[in-house]
């Protein structure tokens, strides 16, 4: 059983300035300690934007392949999302990049309607359980935290949630209680990044990344509020001795969502 280093960037954006935040983060991952896995907040390259026709990105675009670069350069998984076009639709995809440069997605399937979202972008229509280093991994995206349904963990389908997140300061006390929720529920560790600083439609953002264990607990500084990165070393057997001991999942209720 291989243990995991899970690290987060929280930091400001650069507003609709790709190749800015693309420069900003690679400064910031090139002081990193060594890691497994790094998360970079949602839409990291733009900011929360509802202008995708002039910020979207191919499939292949030049935020993907910077992803790929870092991730094989620095040898770490890489993880954050950007807005895609795919076959005439926008997407907030969340690219999962490994060590080795291959990558798979996750669509964001909850779409923030008080932003206009769904007026702009396709919602994502599945869940991908990521296998990496041992680990089963589900990535998820911002909105997503407000709807348990989608994350429910059945029979112990993954042990690390991930939430890559735009999560505005005037509900910030939501985005503490619901990862811990999350965590709690699944019985998983869940990590949560969240940008601070403040962007061109004047929300405000506090930031608040953290990272948690199975049963909810802080591994990170909680209400953090400035320009830092955090790394912890998930330990799997304790997480497996946890749920077998306690067996909350094993009294799930079962259902399927389509």
């Excluded at 999302?81 to 999962?96: A, C, G, T």
């Excluded at 990272?211 to 997480?239: F, R």
Aim: glycine share 6%; proline share 5%; charged share 20%.
């Amino acid at each position: 059983m291989e243990d995991l280093h899970v690290s987060f960037i929280q930091t400001q954006l650069f507003w609709e300035d790709p190749q800015k935040n693309r420069t900003h983060f690679e400064a910031k991952l090139a002081n990193l300690a060594p890691t497994d896995l790094v998360l970079l907040p949602e839409m990291f390259s733009t900011g929360f934007s509802m202008h995708p026709e002039p910020l979207a990105e191919p499939t292949n675009g030049p935020s993907l392949q910077w992803m790929q670069k870092m991730a094989t350069q620095y040898q770490f998984a890489l993880c954050g999302s950007l807005i895609v076009q795919e076959k005439q639709k926008y997407y907030n995809r969340l690219y999962f990049v490994y060590p080795d440069g291959q990558y798979t997605h996750y669509d964001k399937k909850h779409l923030f309607s008080l932003a206009g979202e769904q007026h702009k972008y396709s919602p994502g229509k599945a869940l991908n359980i990521i296998t990496y280093k041992g680990w089963r991994i589900c990535p998820l995206i911002c909105y997503d935290l407000r709807f348990p349904v989608w994350s429910r963990n059945q029979d112990e389908a993954y042990d690390l949630l991930l939430y890559v997140a735009n999560w505005p300061a005037r509900r910030t006390y939501a985005w503490d209680q619901l990862l811990k929720a999350r965590a709690i529920e699944n019985m998983s560790y869940v990590v949560g990044v969240n940008r601070i600083g403040q962007d061109a439609n004047e929300n405000q953002y506090l930031g608040h990344s953290i990272i948690c264990d199975m049963l909810g607990q802080a591994l990170t500084p909680e209400k953090l509020e400035k320009d830092t990165s955090q790394g912890v070393l998930l330990n799997k057997e304790a997480l497996q001795k946890a749920r077998k001991k306690l067996g909350f999942l094993r009294d799930a209720d079962s259902f399927t969502l389509y």
